[in-house]
């Protein structure tokens, strides 16, 4: 499967380096990768790139990354939480979605 890591990576670098071409291709790429990558590939991920710079993804590519992964994964508790409160950290505007996963959460426990 593909890792996903080395691409977010690029993507973080090219936002940083504000080349619009680069920043293009990159996100094409990261796309790509991170559609086919399993759960387990895109926590890793998440975990790695988060961990080193917690704002080096944007925001929708934080949301699509946990979204899949939760696709991946719709009976996980602890996946749920930790997408909701991803969403919470970035405005009101993923609220309403945010409190959704915390209640389906709950529900699972």
Known sequence: MPD??????SLSQAIDGG???Q???????????LTFATAD???????????????????WARNL??????????DDPQLLREAASDLLSFG????TFAEDLKRRAAKLE
């Open 4 to 9: 996903p890591t080395p691409a977010a990576r």
């Open 19 to 21: 080349d619009s071409r």
């Open 23 to 33: 920043v293009n291709e990159t996100t094409r790429e990261f796309v790509e990768k």
């Open 41 to 59: 590939e895109i926590l890793a991920m998440l975990e790695d790139v988060l961990t080193e710079d917690w704002m080096a993804l944007p925001p």
């Open 65 to 74: 990354a946990y979204r899949l992964a939760c696709l991946q994964r719709p």
């Open 92 to 95: 009101p505007d993923w609220d």
